[in-house]
């Protein structure tokens, strides 16, 4: 009997010692029982808009499946054109005056394909002969396409300079296929970019650009019916090779759900430099990207009302991006959220499993430029200072999509602080920059890395103490050596496995001691 009890403290023991704490996530789990036979619901509301000579372009309502939609076939004259995951498509490259018929199917991720909508037809614009290019008469090289020509207007523009290059966005009044060239003289001999099809919002990226240079640029563009013209002409200065930190991720990100609208709030870094953020929805995974995701907001704020964000009863993931003055983009700040509503299975799968085999020895912290080793899974920061969590780029592998970092709250094991690490420009790492935590406690610390379909590839979990006061650690003095033991024995004694080993131990002897005297009890009530 006392060796029976004997195991089951032993048990307990070794049930204490393998306890692991780890930081909540709002991660929820998506399970399937047996064959998913169920097709996707019909897409529902198919136009199709004749936008150019060219171009259709093709819009419907979003179907829904019993377990995970993947995506459309979009189908031209019964041939199928195009797989596409969002609910729209651009088909170009047709012939003028010329009538087409278009329906679409949606599938699951079990090849469960759904009925074909209905099939709506339309026709693309008639095309006209566009008139002769008129030269400029400040144009050395010759004509420039007619540049009196005003096919369209611009109704906004921003252009957002680098040291290396720059980002041109506008906005046209009417559907331009557009050109943009650019250079350092009126020639624009450096490089261009044209667009493959017909739209009202439009971006152009350069770059191999140097820093702090003056560049010309004119935008040219091809209008519905076939007419090419200039829209306008500007230039821009690119920035100089200064500060190229990425700025710090905003904190306190929230989402909450308020009469089925999502409400957005945070807190904008203190940085002096600090000059906006851009808010981006996607309803597959995290944007990983400025462009990867609708555009929810972008301004110097601190909360926005999405009113599209749960209207399809999907969970909705956010990332906020920080920009500084001079164009860099932190790693991005990350929160999700979903109706509350039975039935409805979460989308992402978070388990045990690590098959990169990631370490906390790949993981480096640091403050002031000064690295900050993990001892024991745990790494001691300053909670009043800046910190920088990164990973070199060469401890994973190049094909992973995500790398999700969640601290949860000392305080509150509901709230955490979610952020991505991105490569840096020089690919040697993925860095994410923090604000101060401003808090003292114990952050769990969990990194998850993901790939393109979202599914886990590896994790690693953590400790970060936050210290307001500088942290000092105890230094043993020859000349004062009781006070020494004194410090070790302080420490020794708040190590909880220590005190689980002793309690056992005490336990262990108490039963062998028990066992050992009642032996020669039993013998000698036997020779009696």
């Known amino acids: ?28 789990l998506r399970t399937l029982i047996g064959e998913d036979t169920t097709p996707p619901s019909i897409p529902l509301g198919l136009t199709a808009t004749p936008v150019a000579t060219s171009q259709i372009n093709l819009s419907w309502g979003t179907s829904t499946d019993d377990f995970i939609l993947s995506g459309y076939h979009v189908y031209r004259d019964d041939i199928q054109i195009a797989t596409m995951s969002d609910a729209n498509y651009s088909d170009i490259g047709l012939t003028p005056s010329t009538t087409y018929e278009y329906y679409v199917t949606a599938f699951d991720s079990f090849m469960n394909i759904s009925a074909s909508s209905t099939v709506v037809a339309t026709t693309t614009l008639a095309s006209t002969t566009p008139p002769t290019p008129t030269p400029t008469p400040t144009d050395p090289q010759g004509p420039q396409y007619g540049s009196i020509v005003r096919l369209s207007e611009i109704v906004s523009l921003k252009i957002i300079p680098s040291q290396t290059g720059a980002t041109i966005r506008y906005e046209t009044s009417g559907y331009v296929r557009s050109v943009v060239r650019w250079g350092t003289t009126i020639s624009y001999e450096l490089g261009s970019g044209a667009e493959r099809s017909f739209s009202k919002f439009h971006e152009t990226i350069i770059s191999d650009l140097a820093a702090d240079t003056q560049y010309k640029f004119i935008i040219q563009g091809e209008n519905h019916v076939g007419k090419f013209g200039t829209l306008t002409e500007s230039t821009f200065r690119t920035l100089p090779l200064v500060d190229i930190l990425p700025p710090s991720n905003v904190s306190e990100l929230n989402a909450r759900e308020e009469r089925g609208d999502v409400i957005l709030t945070w807190q904008n870094p203190i940085e002096s430099d600090f000059d906006h953020v851009r808010i981006l929805r996607n309803e597959n995974f995290y944007p990983s990207d400025t462009a990867d995701g609708w555009v929810v907001y972008e301004g110097s704020g601190e909360m926005v009302l999405d009113g599209e964000g749960l209207k399809n009863e999907k969970t909705q993931y956010y990332t906020v991006f920080t920009y500084d003055a001079l164009g860099n983009i932190s790693s991005g700040a990350v929160v999700r959220i979903s109706k509350k509503i039975l039935g ?11 098959p990169i085999d990631l370490t906390l020895e790949s993981v480096f912290l640091s403050q002031d430029n000064t690295r900050i080793p993990f001892e024991r899974g745990t790494a001691i920061i300053n909670g009043g200072k800046h910190l920088s969590i990164s990973i070199p780029y060469t401890a994973l592998p190049e094909h992973l999509k995500t790398i999700l970092v969640t601290l949860t709250s000392p305080n509150d094991a509901t709230k955490e602080l979610n952020f991505l690490l991105r490569v840096n420009a020089e690919k040697t790492a993925y860095v994410a920059h923090l604000a101060p935590l401003g808090t003292q406690g114990d952050f769990p610390l969990r990194i998850t890395i993901f790939d393109f379909k979202t599914a886990q590839i590896g994790f690693v979990r953590g400790r970060i103490t936050s210290q307001i006061a ?16 004194l410090q070790i024995i302080s420490y020794t004694l708040t190590q909880f496995w220590l005190w689980a080993f002793l309690l056992c131990a005490i336990v262990l002897a108490y039963l062998t001691r028990r066992i050992v005297h009642r032996r020669p009890l039993k013998s000698t009530r036997n020779e009696v």
């Open 1 to 28: 009997m006392h060796r029976i009890f004997l195991l089951i403290i032993l048990g307990i023991f070794l049930s204490l010692s393998s306890v692991s704490y780890g930081a909540t996530t709002n991660f929820t």
């Open 470 to 485: 500088t942290y000092e650690p105890p230094v043993v003095q020859n000349e004062d050596s009781f006070f020494s033991v």
């Open 344 to 354: 409805v299975k979460p989308d992402v799968i978070i388990s045990e499993e690590n």
